[in-house]
């Protein structure tokens, strides 16, 4: 990390930024760059980043961000602790309000991600976490709203035809799991990877809420997934109230 304040002092700079400025380039150890943030919030100079080293600090921000949203809402756990039953208003939605990063918080995923979609959340059921299904479920619903968008048109007719679509999953541990993405009579389902998935990311049924976010991979252009679980309290299945057609067109 290069203060080059005293050389931009010395040079007639034309591009408007001020004298005052930190050069900063991706020299240092990255478990470093916590002081460079800090660094950053203290300072009244201008930042000028290398592209590599801005690129690494907004997966800081990215990951940091996400830490309260993993963590999930300390007194939503608790009232479910005393009994409550929670209730969705809308399926897709966080269970319990807190809005997730408009990225997976996944470092090994930093300039790898492409276009991403929404992320959406649903709960895992018993027969997602069987080992004899092998398969995770994905309501239509949901599908429809956030996966079908970023499918290309081959990949729509190869669904409707019954193929199979190659997919990659990418978890909280950053290891990418090649998977396929098909219908499994009116549902769709990922599976060819996901047993494996689920047992190295610890996946606990019914506890567990699984946010997706859909996206291209910036390499290959596959469609990928990546999931993380949040852990609430929920020992039962939880259902979502579908709105009535009146309640929407008063909104």
Request: proline share 5%.
């Amino acid at each position: 990390m290069k203060d080059n304040s005293e050389a931009n002092n010395n040079n007639d700079n034309s591009n408007g930024v001020g004298n005052n400025n930190l050069v900063v380039a991706l020299e240092e150890p990255k478990e470093n760059y916590w002081d460079l943030v800090r660094m950053a919030l203290s300072t009244e100079g201008i930042f000028i980043l290398d592209d590599e080293t801005s690129s690494f600090l907004n997966s800081l921000k990215t990951q940091f961000l996400g830490r309260k949203w993993i963590n999930g809402c300390v007194s939503f756990k608790n009232a479910i602790k005393n009994g409550s039953v929670p209730e969705m208003p809308e399926l897709g939605k966080p269970i319990d309000g807190f809005t997730p990063p408009k990225l997976p918080p996944v470092h090994a995923l930093e300039g790898l991600i492409g276009e991403c979609g929404v992320p959406f959340e649903q709960q895992l059921t018993e027969t997602d976490m069987n080992k004899h299904r092998a398969r995770l479920l994905i309501a239509q619903e949901l599908v429809e709203k956030f996966v079908m968008p970023f499918m290309s048109e081959e990949e729509r007719r190869s669904l409707k035809c019954g193929q199979e679509i190659q997919v990659t999953a990418c978890g909280s541990n950053g290891i990418e799991y090649p998977m396929t993405f098909k219908c499994w009579g009116s549902k769709m389902v990922l599976t060819s990877g996901w047993n494996e998935f689920r047992i190295d990311n610890e996946f606990k049924a019914l506890q567990d809420w699984v946010t997706m976010w859909v996206f291209r991979h910036k390499r290959t252009s596959q469609l990928c997934f990546g999931m993380i679980a949040r852990r609430f309290p929920t020992n039962q299945l939880i259902r979502f109230q579908k709105k009535k057609k009146g309640e929407e067109m008063n909104k």
